[in-house]
């Protein structure tokens, strides 16, 4: 099963994708944690020391390895092998096998066209068992669908907050990906405060596509000051509802 978390800035998507991860190694052999933002947050999230992880270098920056994979001049395949890709250059943290794909493209550079043909293969070509689990924490707002880099998942998870422009980006993803063949989008809600916001949620979207909502902590406000910050214990176990729900959507149960 293969999940890439999507969502508008600012709404907690990492912290929910590491809360996710983190459930998921409760009960799945391996779990894959691919961080495809930019902003490069997730290792740190799930517990990796920030001194380990800020030396993960991003496989999409492994440029010879890219023109090995896909081909040298302006030709390129679109289906390279990649299927050793991830067993070397994936970290290993307990059961979970953390990989950092990209970072920020610098201004008035050539186009990441090459790098997301790559990219997409080394998703695809995680052929799992019903023991295993990809858990993609995807860039804010809408470009990687854009790009295509989520082609493949089997389930989008949106992350809200209870403001206009959430539900709207939201939105825009549900559409975005409803183009890219992802059949099933599901919302979790986030940063809940009172009975009213989370009715505001449940306005905006039919009753099924909503996995569950999750309280605003000021537990996990006050640990994002701190070098690393996990999710807290009362999050994990809303988190873990979710995993359930998500497991009977993909018919895992």
């Known amino acids: 099963m293969k999940l890439a978390i999507s969502g508008k800035g600012g709404v907690g998507k990492t912290t929910i994708a590491a809360a996710l991860i983190k459930s998921f190694a409760e009960t799945h052999k391996t779990v894959y944690a691919i961080d495809a933002d930019p902003d490069a947050c997730l290792a740190t999230a799930i517990g990796i020391p ?13 440029r010879d390895l890219i023109r090995a994979k896909t081909g040298d001049g302006t030709f390129f395949t679109l289906n390279p092998q990649v299927d050793d890709v991830l067993e070397d250059y994936s970290y290993r943290f307990n059961n979970i096998r953390f990989i950092r794909m990209g970072g920020i493209k610098k201004g008035g550079s050539e186009c990441y066209c090459r790098e997301n043909t790559f990219l997409n293969a080394v998703v695809s070509s995680l052929l799992l068992d019903s023991n295993e689990v990809v858990v993609m924490d995807m860039g804010a707002g809408i470009e990687h669908l854009s790009r295509g880099t989520a082609k493949g998942v089997d389930l989008m998870l949106v992350v809200v907050e209870p403001s206009r422009n959430s539900i709207n980006t939201a939105n825009l993803v549900k559409k975005l990906a409803a183009d890219l063949g992802i059949r099933k989008v599901r919302i979790i809600g986030n940063k809940i405060r009172s009975p009213r916001e989370e009715e505001f949620i449940k306005g905006q979207f039919p009753p099924e596509e909503i996995l569950g909502f999750i309280e605003f902590n ?6 994002a000051m701190e ?15 979710v995993r359930e729900k998500i497991l009977r959507e993909a018919g895992d149960q």
């Open 227 to 241: 070098p690393n910050s996990v999710a807290a214990g009362n999050l994990l176990a809303g988190m873990r509802k």
């Open 50 to 62: 920030e001194t380990i992880a800020s030396g993960l270098k991003p496989i999409v920056e492994m």
């Open 218 to 223: 000021h537990e996990i406000w006050e640990s």
